[in-house]
T-cell receptor
Framework: RKEVEQDPGPFNVPEGATVAFNCTYS??????FFWYRQDCRKEPKLLMS???SGNEDGRFTAQLNRASQYISLLIRDSKLSDSATYLC???????????FGKGTRLHILP | DVKVTQSSRYLVKRTGEKVFLECVQD?????MFWYRQDPGLGLRLIYF???????EKGDIPEGYSVSREKKERFSLILESASTNQTSMYLC??????????FGQGTRLTVV
């Protein structure tokens, strides 16, 4: 089983719709989790951290399910500018590596 | 704002050359990472370092080495560049369990 798995997409979604991505991770001892956004030919940038209780930032909601070892990202009222690749990121420990999923491509259609 | 700076945005090197990719961060982060990113393969970890002079192999260390003589600087070395090392190279840094911050990337072409 791969360490961090995401559906590569692409997800083609009309503007204004709601879209959700999941990401599964294999190491139950993983300690922190993030969603990053990467635009074409640019570096990844932090979108939001993922907390155990779930957290929201505007149109974006992230959730963590430790029992089933997955995290999710929900985007409401999607905008054209949301088109990007979304990377799921797992921290395995303080002095340990961080693992990236391969990313999910999202295209918002006008 | 955290700043992670990679020495070159684009680089073209010949097969067999020794190549140095430099990364500097200005936020006193303990951990630094080198990844390469290729279409369809995502980000793959080459090496990481959790302290000065410390290094750990990532998933694809073959053909690469690293150096961390100062806390703010983490260098990736291609001992003898080959065409299969043509890729986007990304440096990142973090402190503790915080999020990682990335440099702008170096697009290396080996001809």
């Amino acid at each position: 089983r791969k360490e961090v798995e995401q559906d590569p997409g692409p997800f083609n979604v009309p503007e204004g719709a709601t879209v959700a991505f999941n990401c599964t991770y294999s190491n139950s001892a993983s300690q922190s989790f993030f969603w990053y956004r990467q635009d074409c030919r640019k570096e990844p940038k932090l979108l939001m951290s993922v907390y155990s209780s779930g957290n929201e930032d505007g149109r974006f909601t992230a959730q963590l399910n430790r029992a089933s070892q997955y995290i999710s990202l929900l985007i409401r009222d999607s905008k054209l500018s949301d088109s990007a690749t979304y990377l799921c990121v797992v921290n395995e420990g303080r002095d340990d590596k961080i693992i990236f999923g391969k990313g999910t491509r999202l295209h918002i259609l006008p | 704002d955290v700043k992670v700076t990679q020495s070159s945005r684009y680089l073209v090197k010949r097969t067999g050359e020794k190549v140095f990719l430099e990364c500097v961060q200005d936020m006193d982060h303990e951990n630094m990472f080198w990844y390469r990113q290729d279409p369809g393969l995502g980000l793959r970890l080459i090496y990481f370092s959790y302290d000065v002079k410390m290094k750990e192999k990532g998933d694809i260390p073959e053909g690469y080495s690293v150096s961390r003589e100062k806390k703010e600087r983490f260098s990736l070395i291609l001992e003898s560049a080959s065409t299969n090392q043509t890729s986007m190279y990304l440096c990142a840094s973090r402190t503790g369990m915080s999020e990682a911050f990335f440099g702008q990337g170096t697009r290396l072409t080996v001809v």
